[in-house]
T-cell receptor
Framework: DVKVTQSSRYLVKRTGEKVFLECVQDMDHENMFWYRQDPGLGLRLIYFSYDVKMKEKGDIPEGYSVSREKKERFSLILESASTNQTSMYLC?????????????????FGSGTQLSVL | AQRVTQPEKLLSVFKGAPVELKCNYSYSGSPELFWYVQYSRQRLQLLLRHISRESIKGFTADLNKGETSFHLKKPFAQEEDSAMYYCAPLQQGGKLIFGQGTELSVKP
């Protein structure tokens, strides 16, 4: 069963800590995404990547960075965690439609990481 | 900037009643739109996409370019339809932007 796996389901960190959220997909997808999900705000895109070592800012990149050293792994980094980064973080992946000459494929999501910053 | 609006945070209906979840977008060109759903304790997943013109779990969605809307409809709601629903237009480059979400609650 193909899937997107996020390493932690729940995470509790202290203000100022450096936090790593890991995401791995086993579908050979080119595209990978990090969203945060907050009640009343929906999903907001933080960063995305179209290929290894490539990254693009989403709508709310401030306070975050990412790393894509291997095709299957996309890491989200909080350099210095703050309380306003308490949220549910969702990773997703998809094929690159243009490269594969297909219509845009659906996003497949991980189960999420609930991060609490105290 | 492209925007998507889901005006209702919560929609509560009784079992067997019709349901319509509203979605309006601002987009230049020909949009490609999706509805995603998240059931309790499950992953966010694709429900349907407008390009397929399909009906999934009894839901349909018609793209109305004149009104720039992509409302999700079902004639007879079921309790198992209770979930969070997100409208999502596709941006250039393959990234989805999501609406704020509408929580559908179907009461027995």
């Amino acid at each position: 069963d193909v899937k997107v796996t996020q390493s932690s389901r729940y995470l509790v960190k202290r203000t100022g800590e450096k936090v790593f959220l890991e995401c791995v997909q086993d579908m050979d997808h080119e595209n990978m995404f990090w969203y945060r999900q907050d009640p009343g705000l929906g999903l907001r895109l933080i960063y995305f990547s179209y290929d290894v070592k490539m990254k693009e800012k989403g709508d709310i990149p401030e306070g975050y960075s990412v790393s894509r050293e291997k095709k299957e792994r996309f890491s989200l980094i909080l350099e210095s965690a703050s309380t306003n980064q308490t949220s549910m973080y969702l990773c997703a992946s998809s094929f690159n439609a243009g490269r594969r000459k297909k219509t845009n494929e659906k996003l497949l999501f991980g189960s999420g990481t609930q991060l609490s910053v105290l | 900037a492209q925007r998507v609006t889901q005006p209702e945070k919560l929609l509560s209906v009784f079992k067997g009643a019709p349901v319509e979840l509203k979605c309006n977008y601002s987009y230049s060109g020909s949009p490609e739109l999706f509805w995603y759903v998240q059931y309790s304790r499950q992953r966010l997943q694709l429900l349907l996409r407008h390009i397929s013109r399909e009906s999934i779990k009894g839901f349909t969605a018609d793209l109305n370019k004149g009104e720039t809307s992509f409302h999700l409809k079902k004639p007879f709601a079921q309790e198992e339809d209770s979930a969070m629903y997100y409208c999502a237009p596709l941006q250039q480059g393959g990234k989805l932007i999501f609406g704020q979400g509408t929580e559908l609650s179907v009461k027995p």
